[in-house]
Structure formats: structure tokens, C-alpha cells
């Protein structure tokens, strides 16, 4: 069976770090595109960052030079290397994947880990 789990999320002042991970089982490492998506109380999910297998990288505008998406290929994980965080960034996050990139937000994705930015 094909799943991710997502670890790494908790608390943060702002303009702190954190490190999310996602580790993949079964085929879930396979799909042509991993990556995070997010979702704060009351707003829509929304992209945060992908890699794809041909390991094109591309972040959402508001995170873009502060946030860092990479995989490591043996060890099937996925992580989220979050800088300069802003209250803004608080919100669940789900490790995701799909066949595709644009297909993200409707595809394969872990229970998530909550993220909170203190001002």
C-alpha cells in the first residue's frame, strides 16, 4: 500500500526554522511528482513546493528563497527545510504525489503535521 508520513511540524517564533520530513512506503517514493502542499483554518489547500523525477524544483511565490524541498532517493524521504518563518506559513501541512505536478493538490498525500508561526 502506497503511503506517506509526514513528521517534523510544531512551533516556531517568527524568522525560525524548521525541518519537515515525509517518509514514503510501498510505491509512494515512485510517483512522477512529490511535494508539500498546505492548508490554514478556513483557506483552500494550496502548492508549497514540488520535485519531480526530473528533478525540476519549483516553489509557491510566498515561500520561494525561504523554503527548500529535497528527497533523499535511499532512504524514500522527502523533506521540507522551512527558513525565515512568518505567521503567514502556519497551517497543516501534507506531504503529497502525484503523476503529476499540477495534479498535487488531488493526488496520493499523508495525514500531515501542523505547522504554527508565533509573532
Known sequence: QDQLMESGGGSAQAGGSLKLSCAASGYADSYYCMGWIRQAPGKEREGVATLDADGSVRYA?????????SKDKTKKIVFLQMSDLKPEDSAMYY????????????????QGTQVTVSS
Open 61 to 69: 511565490g510566498s515561500v520561494k528563497g525561504r523554503f527548500t524541498i
Open 95 to 110: 506531504c503529497a504525489a502525484s503523476g503529476t505536478c499540477p495534479g498535487l493538490l488531488h493526488g496520493l498525500s499523508g
